[in-house]
């Protein structure tokens, strides 16, 4: 019981340091990176298998910087690695198929909602690219807004507030922003402000930031007892979406959930059908990224953690075959 109740202190402090308005933490200027191997399964460590997918190999990143972690969202491109923090901080480095890390660099977004010294003014907890144009946008809680950045998240940097996520709550907004490769954009809500059993999903046509008004609302219904934190479209059209849980003594696991939004309609209801489920003994912590590349005809799944830079969590950077 005192373990419980040194536990149940902990969380309370991280929800509460979480709601205060500091100084958020920016990473300096001496980028370093390291990457350790871990398994999938500690006790098992030839186990290859969760779900649908089958686990390549992972790392727990660490870094002497002290502002280093608190990644939502990450974005892959061949080798070339781009984790974005819920601080607005920007980590890249290259990995090898080894799982090796070079060229580190740290950066920071360079607008938002607010001028950015405090943590809210920079809640970036999503981001989608276009594979084209090198576009970043970038969905920030709080303010309830979506920014559109040049390539490298560099300016010219344009935002703007969308009115259907007007009465999103300030602490779970849009924990998903996918670029659908059709040139729609889809945005889900991490949590309901009606307390429903389902979020808010929105589609719009095109850019967010050049028509706000333009989202068309409809739902998706997370397992229950989890929320969503991050999407990620898949080649044929569908979407896979990371739903996270966080449980008492400290635990956290994971499901992830496949939902087609091709033809949706206004106010219709998805419903996720299960892919993959992490929860112990798995290596699991809060994830909250996904990306998706090709290796050959293979697709691979990405998955970060965010460690709400907590000496009780860690960052973990997994990677997996996905077998649909």
Known sequence: MRLLRILVVLFVLLNLTASRKDRRPILGDHPNVEATRVPLDAADPARRQVGALTYLGGVVLTSRDLAFGGFSSLSVAGDRFT?????????????????????????????????????HERDSESMAVDPVSGAVWVGFEAYNEIWRYGPGLTKPANGAFIPAMAHWESNGGAES????????????????????????????????????????????????????????????????????????????????????????????????????????????????????????????????????????????????????
């Open 177 to 324: 922003l996918v670029r659908l490769h059709d040139g729609r954009f889809l945005v889900i809500a991490e949590t309901d402000w009606r307390d429903r059993p389902v979020r808010d999903l929105l589609l719009f046509p095109g850019d967010p930031v050049a028509k706000p008004d333009s989202a068309m609302v409809a739902s998706y219904q997370p397992p229950a007892g989890y929320d969503p934190s991050d999407a990620t479209e898949l080649p044929d059209g569908r979407v896979l979406v990371l739903n996270r849980r966080f449980s008492l003594p400290f635990r956290w696991s994971a499901v992830l959930t496949l939902i087609d939004p091709r033809g949706v309609k206004a106010g219709q209801v998805l419903v996720g059908r299960e892919v993959a489920r992490f929860d112990a003994p798995l290596t699991v912590d809060n994830y909250e990224g996904l990306a998706i590349t090709r290796e050959g005809g293979t697709t691979i799944l990405w998955m970060v953690s965010d460690d709400n830079q907590l000496f009780l969590q860690r960052t973990l950077l997994m990677k997996f075959r996905i077998d649909l």
């Open 83 to 119: 984790l974005l923090s819920d601080y607005g901080d920007i980590v890249r480095f290259r990995m090898d198929a080894a799982f090796r890390l070079s060229e580190p660099e740290f950066g920071d977004l360079p607008a938002g909602p607010r001028t950015g010294w405090q943590k």
